[in-house]
């Protein structure tokens, strides 16, 4: 699988972006997308994620770091092969590149999934930046 992100750009605070993630190759549907972000300095740190189809919820199950819960939203379009990161009240401190990756790894769990070694592959990124 292979990823390619879009979306990016400047915004001020409080506005929004909405990121994109598209995916080539074959059953997308049963993959886990994960997205992740690194600011100038830091260390790339885990922002949200969602999984495959999931029986026991008869859905799917998203994941959210803190610092983004309850203003940043992971849905998934599989018959476009794409997963999208809405991006809502951006702040100053959301600026960063930003990346998607892929897993297909079973042990990808709520407590698992900022563990970028479970992901196969990763996107370019895409530069978001919240500035006035």
């Known amino acids: 699988v292979q990823l390619v992100e879009s979306g990016g750009g400047r915004v001020q605070p409080g506005g929004s972006l909405r990121l994109s993630c598209s995916a080539s190759?074959?059953?997308?549907?049963?993959?886990?997308i994960g997205w992740f972000r690194q600011a100038p300095g830091k260390e790339r740190e885990g922002v949200a994620c969602i999984t495959r189809y999931d029986d026991s919820v008869r859905g799917v199950n998203t994941h959210y770091s803190d610092s983004v819960k309850g203003r940043f939203t992971t849905f998934r379009d599989n018959a476009k092969t794409t997963v999208y990161l809405q991006m809502n009240d951006l702040k100053p401190e959301d600026t960063a590149v930003y990346f998607c990756a892929v897993t297909g790894s079973p042990r990808l769990k709520y407590t698992t999934w900022t563990w970028q070694y479970l992901y196969d592959a990763w996107g370019r990124g895409t530069q978001v930046t919240v500035s006035s």
């Open positions: 190759g074959s059953s997308f549907a049963d993959y886990a």
